[in-house]
């Protein structure tokens, strides 16, 4: 990854940038009574433009704060955050965020959620009611616009949420868990939905969950972190799995079994070793295979 | 239970009420019927008596001041509640200089503000708009403060993400947190606008529903004071009822109001 990097003042190799690059980065948080928590250490991750990259590791690893330091929500208490070689400062503005919780605004629509994504960007309402209408329904929900979250399915306020954050149409996509909640038939509806937005126009992605599967099958990278606190990047494997491809099918394929053992050989370590800590309340789903 | 059911048991309760009020006073099984109904009248009397009042014009004279009283304490207790909560949620020093102050001016029986308001504000309906206000006022404010600091973190995340400035922010997540809060505690509010209302009335005035039952009880006249009541709480439950209208029409997005539509 460090090769990429182009030297500095060199204005003319900005497409050569990293989408997201974290250098050094500790994460230490101040808890109640003085005590200190450092969550993540000495991360050094670069994400390139098109690239999907998921991150696992074992629960309470510090998975979602390095995905908030990549999007503004938390400023880290070392190291650089650069956004295509631009330091950031503040919020992502060029990162369209999927939670893992919950994120519409209950009091809103459907179509109003997605609406309103676009009005910091000042289009006009009409053009925005044509344009999250369209949304809605390259997600599946034409027929759903006017209910409001409550009367969705978990997987159809995914969708929803999934609308809102790609009608801003981000450069970089983060995404936190976003299908933890779901049952599992849904979740493989929602990363093959999600593969097939992504493909269109291939942003930098980065996947943050704990199904090692889920990871493979979707992405062009997998990244492992160690267990908590102080965690860190163990390993870094590139997927040689062709796309596009389908998450139901691609499971069977030799390819995807061989890279599942490799990926798995590491994080087992961090899982047992979270486990060990008293952390691991959560098996990593898919290790049993 | 199915609703005839259900139904038939309330006025069955509402029967034999009325049966042994009409039992006790209306025979001399518990002491001379003179007495008893100098005490307690007697429900038929009460009912005429209300009957009376409700079909003639005086009645909704009073209705409508002790009404306009209502509204004017609701509406302007609630916009300082409004304003103050807002102010309050989004600066934690303004919030923490004033705490004691607020749960002190809470803690205050605002009964005893009364006369006080009657002295300030004179006989007229303002003393008694002044009364509900203090009441209004802490429901509201108390809700809007709560609504606004306990916005989902991941909702205001979410909308920051999306680029939203503080004023989007307030317009898309924090107004309408607020009025949330504030609409749960709709039903009380109103109901001490109304209580703010009819107490002043009762203590000092010319006029409204409190007016009135204060006035019979003064010639202890019994069955005028049971009829003010009855009318008093037709009122309530009407104007309670109109809330509900009101709520379902402005939570409807909220699980388990209103009706969902088809699955």
């Known amino acids: ?289 | 239970m199915n609703r005839v059911k259900l139904l038939s048991l309330q006025v069955l309760v509402m029967i034999v009420f009325l049966a042994i009020w009409h039992v006790v006073t209306t025979t001399s099984l518990f002491g001379d019927i003179k007495t008893t109904q100098f005490f307690f009248s007697t429900p038929a009397d009460v009912l005429a008596r209300t009957w009376k009042q409700l079909t003639g014009a005086d009645i909704y004279y009073h209705l409508g001041i002790t009404l306009t009283e209502t509204v004017l304490a609701f509406v302007i207790g609630s916009a300082a509640g409004i304003f103050f909560g807002f102010a309050f949620a989004r600066n934690e020093l303004l919030a923490a200089v004033f705490d004691p102050y607020i749960k002190a001016a809470n803690a205050l029986p605002r009964v005893v503000l009364a006369p006080i308001f009657a002295l300030w504000f004179g006989l007229g309906i303002w003393s008694k708009v002044a009364l509900g206000f203090t009441l209004v006022f802490f429901i509201v404010f108390f809700n809007v403060y709560q609504g606004v600091r306990e916005v989902s973190p991941t909702v205001l995340a979410n909308a920051r993400m999306l680029g939203m400035n503080e004023r989007q922010l307030f317009r898309h997540v924090y107004w309408p947190s607020a009025l949330t809060w504030m609409f749960s505690s709709l039903h009380t509010s109103v109901g001490f606008a109304l209580v703010g209302a009819v107490v002043g009335e009762y203590l000092g005035s010319s006029a409204g529903l409190g007016y009135k039952i204060h006035e019979a009880e003064s010639v202890f006249d019994v069955t005028g004071v049971f009829s003010g009541m009855l009318i008093l709480a037709i009122f309530v439950i009407l104007i309670d009822s109109i809330v509900t209208l009101v709520e379902n029409r402005l939570l409807v997005w909220r699980p388990g109001q209103s009706s969902t539509t088809t699955t």
């Open chain 1, 1 to 289: 990854m460090e090769s990429k990097v182009s030297p500095p003042g060199d204005r003319g190799a900005a497409e050569e940038q990293p989408a997201v690059r974290l250098a050094g980065i500790d994460i230490t948080f101040h808890l109640k009574g003085g005590s200190r928590y450092q969550a993540v250490k000495g991360i050094d991750l670069a994400v390139a433009p098109g690239e999907f990259v998921s991150v696992v590791g074992p629960t309470g690893c510090g998975k979602s704060t390095l995905l908030n330091a990549a999007a503004g929500l938390l400023t880290p208490s070392a190291g650089k955050v650069s956004i295509f070689g631009q330091p950031l400062s503040g919020l992502n503005r060029r990162a369209g965020y999927l939670f893992q919780q919950d994120a519409l605004m209950p009091w809103k629509t459907a179509l109003d959620n997605v609406k309103v994504a676009l009005e910091p960007m000042g289009v006009s309402d009409a053009e925005a009611d044509k344009r999250a209408r369209d949304w809605l329904g390259r997600v599946g929900l034409r027929a759903f616009v006017e209910r409001y979250p409550h009367m969705l399915s978990g997987g159809q306020r995914k969708r929803v949420a999934l609308a809102q954050m790609l009608i801003r149409d981000p450069e970089i996509l983060l995404m936190d868990e976003p299908f933890g909640p779901l049952d599992a038939q849904t979740r493989q509806i929602m990363g093959n939905l999600l593969l097939d937005l992504w493909s269109r126009d291939r942003k930098a992605l980065i996947f943050v969950t704990h199904d090692l599967e889920e990871a493979i099958a979707l992405s062009d990278r997998v990244v492992v972190m160690t267990a908590g606190p102080a965690a860190g990047i163990v390993a870094d494997y590139k997927v040689p799995l062709a796309r596009p491809r389908d998450i139901a099918e691609i499971r069977l394929e030799k390819a995807f079994h061989e890279i599942h053992r490799d990926i798995w050989a590491s994080l087992r370590v961090e899982v047992q070793k979270a486990y060990a800590m008293g952390e691991g309340r959560e098996l990593v789903e898919g290790a049993a295979s």
